[in-house]
């Protein structure tokens, strides 16, 4: 896909629209499959990007899914995937959601204690399940994004592992896999395998194990210079390391990972429209048709998104501030060199198909954009863009 599809797709569907390379989605999958054995498998982490064709496309790959909530476990179903390949992943939620993936035959991983122990005394051996364990790895990204570090919500603490052991022998409950997330953009591969001994040692006390899943962490890259994660040499360091205890205890796992934004993260483009140029004392604003109801990382997380000019391929560079046209602060980058910028002209944003669409909100009442999924040469429109009527559907007028 090039900058002149993407023109042909902000002016057959004007922008804003989001448009997803399916050919990065397939190169990106296929990094990681070449990269490993074939005991380890890749569940998408669907919360990334959810939209239904996104899903099928993955699915067809050979992906399996990582669901944190109901509702992206019934979407993975109705995109076809078998119950098998989906782990639920939920965090704080209580046992009837748990319950509703346990009817619906998906794996299931507890995070908290008490729901460990209220599914161990209703279902003791009868559904096995997967422990999500923080190991308090400080894995790198922001802190934001971060999982794995002490004041973390999501897992049961490594400390706790009596614990988790008194309730599993308590309960009768069967114990399948463990499950370890230590959070996005983990820059350094050996922090997998800091994780991946850790898992070994865990390993000891659950007899019943069958699968180690690492979660994600997978770096990409958003600016120049940037790394994206070397999942060649993690593959090779992993392997060695599961050939190591494989040799030493005599006990084999399948290894499971779930890749989100390494999937789908360089696949997207929010495509905008230059509204405004504005020039004041202190710098040059573009002032663009979006904001961060469509795109809201560069606000909530820091993060960086290449800005270019598609209009303007061969333009001279000169230093603007991008802004959204919401009434909230929010500016998408400061200070930017991109080429010279005309009012009506399509910018890019890359790296928008993880946690771009996904986020978006109605908020001052703006609509939602479209996406569009470049597919075997030829743009599909896969979601229409919100209209007027949208915003009312749901409201009650007692009034
Ligand atoms: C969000 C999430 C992922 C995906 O993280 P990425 O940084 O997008 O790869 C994987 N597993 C779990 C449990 C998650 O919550």
């Not at 509703?100 to 279902?123: C, P, R, T, W």
């Not at 051996?125 to 794995?148: E, Q």
Request: hydrophobic fraction near 40%; glycine fraction near 8%; charge should be negative.
């Amino acid at each position: 896909m090039t900058d002149q599809d993407l023109l042909n797709i902000a002016n057959e569907y004007s922008a804003p629209v989001y448009v997803y390379d399916a050919e990065s989605i397939r190169g990106q999958y296929e990094k990681l499959t070449v990269s490993f054995s074939e005991n380890t498998k890749f569940f998408y982490a669907a919360k990334a990007l959810t939209n239904i064709n996104i899903l099928k496309y993955v699915r067809n790959l050979g992906a399996n899914l990582d669901c944190v909530s109901i509702n992206e476990v019934k979407l993975g179903l109705k995109a076809g995937f078998d119950p098998k390949s989906v782990l639920f992943t939920p965090n704080c939620v209580d046992l009837a959601e748990i319950e509703e993936a346990m009817a619906l035959g998906v794996h299931i991983n507890i995070d908290n204690i008490s729901i460990l122990e209220q599914f161990g005394n209703k279902y003791s051996g009868s559904y096995p399940v997967f422990v999500r364990i923080n190991p308090h790895i400080f894995a790198g990204g922001n802190y934001k994004i971060s999982t794995g570090h002490i004041d973390s919500k999501f897992g049961i603490s490594i400390h706790q592992l009596r614990h988790i052991e008194r309730v599993v022998k308590s309960t009768g409950i069967l114990v399948e896999g463990l499950h370890m997330h230590t959070g996005s953009e983990i820059k350094d591969t050996d922090v997998f395998i800091q994780g991946l001994e850790i898992m070994f040692e865990l390993a000891e006390h659950f007899p019943d194990l069958k699968y180690l899943d690492m979660g994600s962490g997978f770096k990409v890259p958003y600016q120049e210079g940037d790394m994206e994660t070397d999942v060649k040499a993690l593959g090779e360091k992993v392997e060695q390391a599961l050939a190591l205890y494989k040799k030493e205890s005599g006990r084999e796992f399948e290894l499971w990972f779930e890749p989100g934004k390494f999937l789908v993260s360089k696949s997207g483009h929010l495509l905008v429209k230059a509204n405004v140029i504005k020039q004041t004392t202190a710098t040059v604003f573009v002032g663009v048709n979006s904001g961060f109801n469509h795109l809201i990382r560069p606000m909530f997380y820091d993060s960086y998104h290449i800005i270019e000019n598609i209009s303007n391929p061969t333009g001279s560079e000169r230093i603007y501030t991008v802004v959204g046209n919401i009434c909230e602060t929010d500016t998408f980058a400061w200070d930017r060199k991109i080429n010279e910028v005309h009012e009506g002209d399509i910018l890019a944003f890359r790296n928008a198909g993880a946690y771009g669409f996904e986020m978006s909100s109605n908020f001052n009442s703006r609509l939602k954009p479209a996406e569009v999924l470049f597919l075997n040469g030829k743009a599909h429109l896969i979601r229409q863009r919100d209209e007027f009527e949208d915003l009312l559907r749901k409201q009650v007028e007692v009034i």
